[in-house]
């Protein structure tokens, strides 16, 4: 929009003080890092003053155009979260800053990185109303563009998106997700558009964004995005054992007599990562190993020690030796089996 | 109080509009607000072209050419031309960007009470400390014609300033 207006005069006083009106409130505006708010009138006010025939003389002329709307903002990664297995309510913290001169709100989305290999379940965003960076009950669920509001410009939220890690990861694996805010209309649901071709008599909006971390985040295209990353934290590896017996007598009964059968039955679980687990179980005194007997998740192994993953005897005299190899949280629960005989 | 202004600008400069605007014996002023479009041409080369803000998106960040074309159209040489523009609200002037051909240019850091050249203007901080001005002290700029201004001539005068 602009206004040319351009006028002489010869009454110097008359148009002396409209001028100093005129200086006097083109004052100095406020400093803002998003810039002169959208629809400002930007007004250019010219005087001159001449001598002619020995008469002072002075003319004024003025040009105005308005400031137009600049759709800006950035989104800021504050921290990325280290995440145990099951463990619910995990925050990504993100800011997420008007840096445009008109207030504005925006579309959010989490948006798992195509490069993962897992992701966390129940993603959600929230803002984070008392700003402590981790999930609280108060922070506000968001729903769509009008769930936080506009923002003024130069104004901020912290965003956090809150997932619960699944059971089946490993420590040291991550999953990086993307928060990619779209700029809206303030006021509404409808998702701000540049104004196309030239410039109009009205405030246009015009996109100046940078590139963001999500696929497909250019520079100016009312978007932006930064992605944080989810670390599945390094639990303690521990193995769980259990051991059971069964007796079988030689009648068909269940009594621990002489010739008896007794039928071990050892299960193995693992939290965290366990490298090389090995089961070591010494035979009881006053039994015998029932040759040919041993077996792991119900496929027999031999009695030497040599290639498959156990042995009678062979590593250690009147020991089973059992080698499971690695085990994680994500691992099937290990089964091992052999019958002694009572002498 | 400020968003009465372009009212009140437009209401002061367009009144008298139709008495005085065939006036002879006057200094005819045109001001015009650009901005400098780059462009890529069929070339392959890049263009920078001037842009009236008639025509152009102006956003906080871009530098406008404020620019003032005057003629004598008096039959009469017009003698001490003196032209001033305060640096318009929410614009920052952008240093040794101010032109005329022919003119003394001076600066002023207090609303057009006193003009000087830059090497001369300084300005008292809050703690009461004196310091050189710098352009974003400039609150008006003053193009004095160093000679009469001869019945037809036309000159002009330039500054560029930043949106903030």
């Given at each position: 929009?602009?206004m040319d207006?351009t006028?002489?005069?010869?009454?110097?006083?008359v148009?002396g003080?409209?001028?100093?009106?005129?200086?006097?409130?083109?004052?100095?505006?406020?400093?803002?890092?998003?810039?002169?708010?959208?629809?400002t009138?930007?007004?250019?006010?010219?005087?001159?003053?001449?001598?002619?025939?020995?008469?002072?003389?002075?003319?004024?002329?003025?040009?105005?155009?308005?400031?137009?709307?600049?759709?800006?903002m950035?989104?800021?990664?504050?921290?990325?979260?280290?995440?145990?297995?099951?463990?619910?309510?995990?925050?990504?913290?993100?800011?997420v800053?008007?840096?445009?001169?008109?207030?504005?709100?925006?579309?959010l989305?989490?948006?798992?990185?195509?490069?993962?290999s897992?992701?966390?379940?129940?993603?959600?965003?929230y803002?984070d109303?008392?700003n402590?960076?981790?999930?609280?009950?108060?922070?506000?669920?968001y729903?769509?563009?009008?769930?936080?509001?506009?923002?003024?410009?130069?104004?901020?939220?912290?965003?956090l998106?809150?997932?619960?890690?699944?059971?089946?990861?490993?420590?040291?694996q991550t999953?990086?997700?993307?928060?990619?805010?779209t700029?809206?209309?303030?006021?509404?649901?409808?998702?701000?558009?540049?104004?196309?071709?030239?410039?109009?008599?009205?405030v246009?909006?015009?996109?100046?964004?940078?590139?963001?971390?999500?696929?497909?985040?250019?520079?100016r295209?009312g978007?932006?995005s930064a992605s944080?990353?989810?670390?599945?934290?390094?639990?303690?590896?521990?193995?769980?054992?259990?051991?059971?017996?069964?007796?079988?007598?030689?009648?068909g009964?269940h009594?621990?007599?002489?010739?008896?059968?007794?039928?071990?039955?050892?299960?193995a679980?693992a939290?965290g990562?366990?490298?090389?687990?090995?089961?070591?179980?010494?035979?009881?005194?006053?039994?015998?190993?029932?040759?040919?007997?041993?077996?792991?998740?119900?496929a027999?192994?031999?009695?030497?020690?040599d290639?498959?993953?156990?042995d009678?005897?062979?590593?250690?005299?009147?020991?089973?030796?059992?080698?499971?190899?690695?085990?994680?949280?994500?691992?099937?629960?290990?089964?091992?089996?052999?019958?002694?005989?009572?002498? | 109080?400020?968003?009465?202004?372009?009212?009140?600008?437009?209401?002061?400069?367009?009144?008298?509009?139709a008495?005085?605007?065939?006036?002879?014996?006057?200094?005819?002023l045109?001001?015009?607000?650009?901005?400098?479009?780059?462009e890529?041409?069929?070339?392959?080369?890049?263009?920078?072209?001037?842009?009236d803000?008639?025509?152009?998106?102006?956003?906080?960040?871009?530098?406008?050419i404020?620019?003032?074309?005057?003629t004598?159209?008096?039959?009469?040489?017009?003698?001490?031309?003196?032209?001033?523009?305060p640096?318009?609200?929410?614009?920052l002037?952008?240093?040794?960007?101010?032109?005329?051909?022919?003119?003394?240019?001076?600066?002023?850091?207090?609303?057009?009470k006193?003009?000087?050249?830059?090497?001369?203007?300084?300005?008292?901080?809050?703690s009461?400390?004196?310091?050189?001005a710098?352009?974003?002290?400039?609150t008006?700029?003053?193009?004095?014609?160093?000679?009469?201004?001869?019945?037809g001539?036309?000159?002009d005068?330039?500054?560029?300033?930043?949106?903030?």
């Open positions: 929009m602009t207006t006028k002489k005069s010869n009454h110097l006083t148009w003080i409209i001028a100093f009106l005129i200086c006097c409130l083109l004052t100095a505006g406020n400093a803002r890092a998003a810039g002169t708010p959208a629809g009138t930007i007004t250019s006010t010219v005087s001159v003053s001449y001598n002619l025939g020995g008469e002072a003389l002075t003319a004024v002329v003025g040009y105005s155009f308005v400031a137009d709307q600049v759709v800006n950035t989104v800021t990664k504050n921290s990325d979260m280290s995440a145990a297995p099951n463990q619910t309510n995990v925050p990504l913290s993100f800011r800053t008007n840096t445009g001169n008109a207030a504005q709100r925006y579309a989305q989490a948006v798992s990185k195509a490069t993962n897992w992701t966390m379940n129940n993603v959600r965003l803002r109303n008392n402590s960076g981790s999930w609280d009950t108060g922070d506000t669920l729903a769509d563009a009008g769930t936080f509001g506009d923002l003024q410009p130069d104004a901020s939220i912290i965003v998106i809150v997932a619960d890690t699944p059971n089946s990861v490993v420590s040291g999953a990086a997700y993307d928060l990619v805010a700029a809206v209309n303030a006021g509404t649901l409808n998702v701000s558009v540049q104004t196309a071709g030239p410039n109009t008599a009205g246009d909006t015009v996109f100046v964004d940078s590139a963001g971390s999500a696929a497909g985040d250019v520079p295209d978007k932006h944080g990353t989810y670390t599945v934290s390094v639990v303690a590896p521990a193995v769980s054992l259990n051991k059971t017996v069964t007796v079988i007598d030689q009648w009964g009594q621990p007599i002489p010739g008896a059968t007794l039928r071990y039955t050892i299960t679980t939290s990562t366990a490298n090389n687990v090995v089961v070591i179980d010494p035979l009881p005194a006053n039994t015998a190993i029932i040759p040919n007997t041993l077996k792991l998740n119900n027999t192994l031999t009695d030497a020690a290639t498959d993953a156990g009678v005897g062979g590593t250690t005299a009147d020991t089973v030796t059992v080698k499971l190899g690695n085990l994680t949280s994500a691992s099937l629960m290990q089964t091992i089996t052999f019958d002694v005989k009572i002498k | 109080m400020q968003k009465m202004l372009p009212v009140l600008l437009v209401l002061a400069l367009l009144t008298p509009a008495a005085w605007a065939q006036q002879k014996g006057s200094i005819e045109k001001s015009i607000a650009e901005v400098e479009i780059t890529t041409n069929a070339k392959g080369e890049k263009e920078v072209k001037r842009v803000t008639a025509k152009a998106k102006v956003v906080p960040g871009d530098i406008v404020f620019s003032t074309y005057y004598n159209i008096s039959d009469k040489p017009a003698g001490n031309v003196m032209i001033t523009n640096i318009p609200e929410h614009m002037y952008m240093d040794r960007s101010a032109e005329g051909k022919g003119t003394i240019i001076e600066f002023s850091v207090n609303r057009g006193s003009y000087s050249t830059p090497d001369k203007l300084n300005v008292t901080d809050a009461g400390k004196s310091r050189k710098v352009a974003s002290d400039y008006h700029i003053k193009w004095t014609v160093s000679k009469p201004v001869a019945p001539v036309k000159g005068v330039s500054f560029k300033a930043k949106l903030q």
